[in-house]
């Protein structure tokens, strides 16, 4: 892959932007919101002087690396893109139109993938004229540090662009793993529900979240617990992801807490918006 683009500039555009930009590739970050785009590139410098200080990178090769990231507003900049990696808001509709617009933008070879957390891959595929270059590239979240990426393939995924994107995904330093297209795929499908039930936890008075979190990192080893996972992630994001679980499997297991709700209702929506199970404005 000689030319990448990412499109979406938040916390998971940005992160896929700086692997790229690390490993050598060339990178255009495209998003509507020019604030979005210095922003972002504000985090990846800063992520950037972070592994300066753990010696994992030298400030030329921070220097390299951001000189390798091009700004764009418009999708039209993906056009010379052999892998454009799609990375907006958790919203099939806002994807849908993305998808549509790319299928006419970028060249006919050119693999267009989804960081989708849960929207199903195979319904994105739709919207273009080349199915069988469409793919789900789930990085984790934070990008630079977290090693999968989960590749989920749609109902027409080809074999080549599914062993393009695994290879693709060890060159940037990751594993792969391959996945078919089921709601929520494996990783969410085994969180979400997971962190929804915590949320319960929460809700019934079983206990307060740091017991919660507590009884989870201490007692089953998880280096971080759900709930303080799931202001990690946002609960807006987890509440669209147990909806398409909800909806796509029809098991009430997956039901979305009524707690859950409530907090997104009233803006709590985690770290970004300073608070969610804890207070990040302290």
């Not at 509507?32 to 990178?57: F, H, S, W, Y």
Request: charged share 20%; hydrophobic share 45%.
């Amino acid at each position: 892959m000689k030319q990448v683009a990412v499109v979406g500039a938040g916390t998971m555009g940005n992160g896929i932007a700086h692997v790229f930009a690390q490993h050598g590739t060339p990178v255009t970050l495209v998003d509507v919101d020019p604030g979005q785009l210095e922003r972002a590139v504000a985090t990846i410098r800063k992520n950037m002087d972070r592994q300066i200080k753990k010696q994992a990178m030298t400030e030329a090769d921070r220097d390299a690396a951001l000189g390798r990231i091009t700004l764009q507003t418009s999708l039209a900049a993906a056009a010379g893109a052999d892998l454009v990696v799609e990375a907006a808001s958790e919203n099939p509709r806002i994807k849908f139109e993305i998808f549509r617009t790319l299928d006419t933008t970028v060249g006919p070879e050119t693999i267009l993938a989804s960081n989708t957390s849960s929207i199903s891959i195979t319904e994105i595929a739709a919207q273009t004229g080349r199915a069988d270059r469409v793919i789900g590239m789930h990085f984790m979240n934070p990008v630079p540090m977290m090693q999968l990426v989960e590749v989920i393939r749609g109902l027409a995924t080809s074999d080549a662009t599914t062993a393009a994107v695994m290879e693709l995904s060890r060159t940037l330093g990751k594993t792969p793993v391959e996945a078919n297209d089921y709601p929520g795929f494996v990783s969410n499908r085994v969180l979400l529900p997971m962190i929804n039930e915590a949320i319960f936890c929460v809700m019934e008075g079983v206990a307060e979240p740091e017991a919660v979190d507590t009884v989870m990192k201490l007692g089953m080893n998880h280096p971080l617990g759900p709930l303080a996972l799931a202001d990690l992630i946002g609960l807006d994001v987890c509440l669209a992801i147990l909806e398409v679980l909800h909806h796509g499997l029809g098991d009430d297991k997956y039901r979305p807490c009524p707690l859950l709700r409530k907090m997104v209702a009233a803006g709590r929506l985690g770290r970004k918006s300073g608070r969610g199970f804890y207070d990040y404005n302290k």
